[in-house]
C-alpha cells in the first residue's frame, strides 16, 4: 500500500476527498441550473425571435446581440458586484447561474430560432392546411423537428456551460477548479491535482454528451 503513503497523490487524494467532491457537485448543480434555465430562455426567446410580433422580436433581438457581445466574465462581475451596488444582494452561487443562465439564453434562443426557421415552409402550410392553430403546430410539427436540429448545438453549449462554471471561482464559489487550487496549495501537488480535476470535467461533459446522443436516437424514428 506504499501509494497511500503520506506525501503521496493516493494519500492526499483520500484526505481531500471531501472538499473535491464537494466541489465536484456545486459544478454539477451550478451546470444542471445554468443548462436548463438557459435552455428555458432559449425556447422562449427562440420562438420570440422566429413568430413572435415586432416589439418582442426586437427586445429579444437586443438581449442577444447584447449578451453576446459580452464576455462571459463580465457577466459574472456583474451579476455579483453590479448588483450589489444597485441594492440587490445575491449570493456568489445564485449570481453565477444568473450569469451563466444568461448568456447560455442567449446562445439557445439564436439556436432554436435558426432550427425553426431551417424548417421547410412547406411543413408550416401543410399544417394550416390541415386546419392546426399556431399552438398545435408548433407542438405536432415545429418542435419535434426542431428538437432534432438543436440537439448538435445544443450539446456543444451545454459542454461551454460546464467549463464557464470555473470562472465562478473568481466571486468565491467554491466549485472543481477552486476545491482543486485550494487542496494544491497544502500539497503543491499542481500537476497531479489539475490533471485530475481535468478528468472529472471529461467525465462531466461525456455524460452530457451521452445525453444528447440518447435523445437524438429516441427522436431518429421521426422522419418528415
Given at each position: 500500500?506504499?501509494?497511500?503513503?503520506?506525501?503521496?497523490?493516493?494519500?492526499?487524494?483520500?484526505?481531500?476527498?471531501?472538499?473535491?467532491?464537494?466541489?465536484?457537485?456545486?459544478?454539477?448543480?451550478?451546470?444542471?441550473?445554468?443548462?436548463?434555465?438557459?435552455?428555458?430562455?432559449?425556447?422562449?426567446?427562440?420562438?420570440?425571435?422566429?413568430?413572435?410580433?415586432?416589439?418582442?422580436?426586437?427586445?429579444?433581438?437586443?438581449?442577444?446581440?447584447?449578451?453576446?457581445?459580452?464576455?462571459?466574465?463580465?457577466?459574472?462581475?456583474?451579476?455579483?458586484y453590479g448588483l450589489a451596488l444597485l441594492g440587490i444582494?445575491?449570493?456568489?452561487?445564485?449570481?453565477?447561474?444568473?450569469?451563466?443562465g444568461g448568456f447560455c439564453g442567449a446562445h439557445m434562443?439564436?439556436?432554436?430560432?435558426?432550427?425553426?426557421?431551417?424548417?421547410?415552409?412547406?411543413?408550416?402550410?401543410?399544417?394550416?392546411?390541415?386546419?392546426?392553430?399556431?399552438?398545435?403546430?408548433?407542438?405536432?410539427?415545429?418542435?419535434?423537428?426542431?428538437?432534432?436540429?438543436?440537439?448538435?448545438?445544443?450539446?456543444?453549449?451545454?459542454?461551454?456551460?460546464?467549463?464557464?462554471?470555473?470562472?465562478?471561482?473568481?466571486?468565491?464559489?467554491?466549485?472543481?477548479?477552486?476545491?482543486?487550487?485550494?487542496?494544491?496549495?497544502?500539497?503543491?501537488?499542481?500537476?497531479?491535482?489539475?490533471?485530475?480535476?481535468?478528468?472529472?470535467?471529461?467525465?462531466?461533459?461525456?455524460?452530457?454528451?451521452?445525453?444528447?446522443?440518447?435523445?437524438?436516437?429516441?427522436?431518429?424514428?421521426?422522419?418528415?
Amino acid at each position: 500500500m506504499s501509494g497511500f503513503e503520506p506525501g503521496t497523490f493516493l494519500f492526499e487524494a483520500w484526505a481531500a476527498r471531501a472538499q473535491l467532491l464537494s466541489g465536484l457537485w456545486v459544478t454539477a448543480q451550478l451546470s444542471i441550473l445554468t443548462i436548463t434555465a438557459g435552455s428555458l430562455i432559449g425556447a422562449f426567446g427562440g420562438i420570440g425571435l422566429a413568430y413572435g410580433p415586432w416589439p418582442v422580436r426586437v427586445l429579444i433581438r437586443g438581449y442577444v446581440d447584447a449578451v453576446r457581445g459580452i464576455p462571459v466574465l463580465v457577466l459574472i462581475l456583474f451579476s455579483y458586484y453590479g448588483l450589489a451596488l444597485l441594492g440587490i444582494q445575491i449570493s456568489p452561487f445564485t449570481a453565477g447561474v444568473v450569469a451563466l443562465g444568461g448568456f447560455c439564453g442567449a446562445h439557445m434562443s439564436e439556436t432554436i430560432r435558426g432550427a425553426i426557421e431551417s424548417i421547410p415552409i412547406g411543413q408550416t402550410e401543410a399544417a394550416k392546411a390541415i386546419g392546426l392553430r399556431f399552438f398545435q403546430r408548433l407542438r405536432y410539427v415545429l418542435l419535434p423537428q426542431t428538437v432534432r436540429r438543436l440537439l448538435p448545438p445544443w450539446v456543444n453549449t451545454a459542454v461551454e456551460m460546464v467549463k464557464g462554471t470555473t470562472l465562478l471561482s473568481i466571486i468565491g464559489v467554491i466549485e472543481l477548479l477552486l476545491a482543486t487550487q485550494q487542496t494544491i496549495s497544502r500539497n503543491y501537488m499542481i500537476l497531479q491535482f489539475y490533471f485530475a480535476a481535468g478528468a472529472l470535467y471529461v467525465v462531466v461533459n461525456f455524460i452530457i454528451s451521452q445525453l444528447g446522443a440518447m435523445i437524438e436516437r429516441r427522436t431518429a424514428h421521426l422522419r418528415y
